[in-house]
């Protein structure tokens, strides 16, 4: 199993970043683009390590679609991705400890365990004018393999 997993679709479009809970590295490792409006790394520091510090400046940036993050504190989830226009793609399951970015396209869930997990996106949310809802695929489950 690969610790971090682009989840794309036929067409090579990124939909997911994934970090699984057994990845590390050494320092920092930005794992999104830097045109991401998300960006996302991971750190991994020794003891007495110092990271200055800092405020961030005002800096304007405009952003179109909003992007999420989840954190999977415990349980285990079900991730259904689907295409710009609604169509079921495929699905990925997460765990305790699992990190996700979704990208791009559209996305729901289920709960396969009592899950806790925590969600962050940008502000400031403007209720359901963020997002529109759609059925859920109700076909057979294609799940990712996590080798790429």
Do not use: W
Not at 6 to 30: H, P, T, W
Not at 35 to 60: C, R, T, W
Not at 75 to 96: A, H, M, N, P, T
Not at 133 to 139: I, L, Q, V
């Amino acid at each position: 199993m690969n610790n971090i997993i682009n989840v794309k679709d036929d067409n090579e479009q990124i939909l997911a970043m994934i970090i699984r809970n057994d990845y590390s590295c050494d320092g920092i490792n930005f794992i999104t683009p830097d045109d991401y409006s998300q960006q996302m790394a991971f750190m991994h520091h020794k003891k007495g390590h110092v990271i200055l510090p800092h405020v961030h400046n005002e800096v304007k940036r405009e952003i179109y679609y909003t992007k999420e993050v989840l954190v999977i504190k415990k349980g285990k989830l079900r991730c259904d991705f689907y295409s710009d226009k609604k169509e079921y793609i495929k699905s990925v399951i997460l765990s305790d400890g699992d990190i996700i970015l979704l990208v791009s396209g559209g996305h729901g869930f289920v709960c396969l365990e009592e899950t806790s997990m925590v969600e962050i996106k940008q502000g400031p949310y403007s209720g359901e004018g963020d997002k529109t809802r759609f059925e859920e695929y109700e076909g057979d489950i294609v799940l990712e393999d996590d080798h790429e």
